[in-house]
């Protein structure tokens, strides 16, 4: 359940805030509504979220922490290390990332990112390339809902996708190729300068591929090679198999 409330929030002040919980954790269990389910018994419901709406008629509402509790509730996870230890996450290409949930510029929490493209991967809301060639075109993935899979050794596997500056994602610092390494439930984004920096800055252009700092790409047994824009917003880039 989601509940928007129409007053000013603040810790410790009469009005609610922003925050998200449980029923059980108040004592009493689950809440048992007057509303009865297809099966006909009353829907019970446990978590729920609430959001300031004070500044709404001015800024809009905070969708981005609402944004982040669905992905939750569908089953992602927040991303907030790497495979190593240290904190990175997904920034602000996901609001699941450590600044996402505060909007595509890390500032404006009534308009979230999109999932990332491995997320969406996981929650079956785009395609993967089925059998890519050694030449590879990837139109953005707001409009063909398509993205690159390639597997990985030890379970692992890369998600690469076109992201654009449309829509939710028209604030976000570049456009180009996101490449994600994915290992069960944990995601972490290649950034193409190499710096490792997304934990402190929440992501920048120069993650994005092409890059003139990467003009190639390895990961895993797969190198990606001569990335160009092409018109219309694809990006095409040769892909070989690497013994």
Same mark, same amino acid.
């Given at each position: 359940?989601? #509940?928007?409330?129409?007053? &000013?929030?603040?810790?410790?002040?009469?009005?609610?805030?922003?925050?998200?919980?449980?029923?059980?954790?108040?004592?009493?269990?689950?809440?048992?509504?007057?509303?009865?389910?297809?099966?006909?018994?009353?829907?019970?419901?446990?978590?729920?979220?609430?959001?300031?709406?004070?500044?709404?008629?001015?800024?809009?509402?905070?969708?981005?922490?609402?944004?982040?509790?669905?992905?939750?509730?569908?089953?992602?996870?927040?991303?907030?290390?790497?495979?190593?230890?240290?904190? =990175?996450?997904?920034?602000?290409?996901?609001?699941?990332?450590?600044?996402?949930?505060?909007?595509?510029?890390?500032?404006?929490?009534?308009?979230?990112?999109?999932?990332?493209?491995?997320?969406?991967?996981?929650?079956?809301?785009?395609?993967?390339?089925?059998?890519?060639? +050694?030449?590879?075109?990837?139109?953005?993935?707001?409009?063909? *809902? *398509?993205?690159?899979?390639?597997?990985?050794?030890?379970?692992?596997?890369?998600?690469?996708?076109?992201?654009?500056?449309?829509?939710?994602?028209? +604030?976000?610092?570049?456009?180009?190729?996101?490449?994600?390494?994915?290992?069960?439930? =944990?995601?972490?984004?290649?950034?193409?300068?190499?710096?490792?920096?997304?934990?402190?800055?929440?992501?920048?252009? &120069?993650?994005?591929?092409?890059?003139?700092?990467?003009?190639?790409?390895? #990961?895993?047994?797969?190198?990606?090679?001569?990335?160009? *824009?092409?018109?219309?917003?694809?990006?095409?880039?040769?892909?070989? *198999?690497?013994?």
């Amino acid at each position: 359940m989601f #509940v928007t409330d129409l007053a &000013s929030s603040g810790q410790g002040g009469p009005r609610p805030w922003n925050l998200s919980w449980f029923f059980r954790a108040h004592g009493p269990g689950v809440y048992q509504s007057q509303d009865a389910g297809e099966d006909g018994q009353r829907v019970l419901v446990d978590e729920y979220a609430v959001l300031n709406g004070a500044d709404a008629p001015e800024k809009g509402l905070p969708l981005g922490p609402l944004v982040r509790k669905i992905g939750l509730t569908l089953g992602l996870q927040p991303q907030p290390e790497t495979f190593d230890g240290t904190v =990175r996450g997904e920034g602000i290409f996901s609001p699941l990332g450590t600044h996402g949930a505060f909007g595509a510029d890390g500032r404006t929490p009534s308009r979230p990112p999109h999932f990332s493209g491995a997320e969406n991967l996981l929650l079956g809301w785009v395609e993967s390339v089925k059998d890519p060639g +050694a030449s590879v075109s990837l139109a953005p993935v707001q409009t063909s *809902r *398509r993205v690159l899979r390639l597997e990985l050794p030890d379970g692992e596997y890369a998600v690469i996708e076109n992201r654009a500056r449309r829509g939710f994602d028209a +604030a976000l610092p570049g456009e180009g190729l996101l490449v994600w390494r994915v290992k069960g439930t =944990r995601i972490n984004l290649v950034e193409a300068d190499g710096r490792g920096d997304i934990d402190s800055n929440g992501g920048e252009a &120069s993650h994005y591929f092409p890059n003139p700092a990467a003009p190639a790409l390895t #990961v895993g047994s797969f190198r990606l090679r001569d990335i160009r *824009r092409d018109e219309g917003g694809a990006i095409s880039f040769a892909l070989d *198999r690497l013994e």
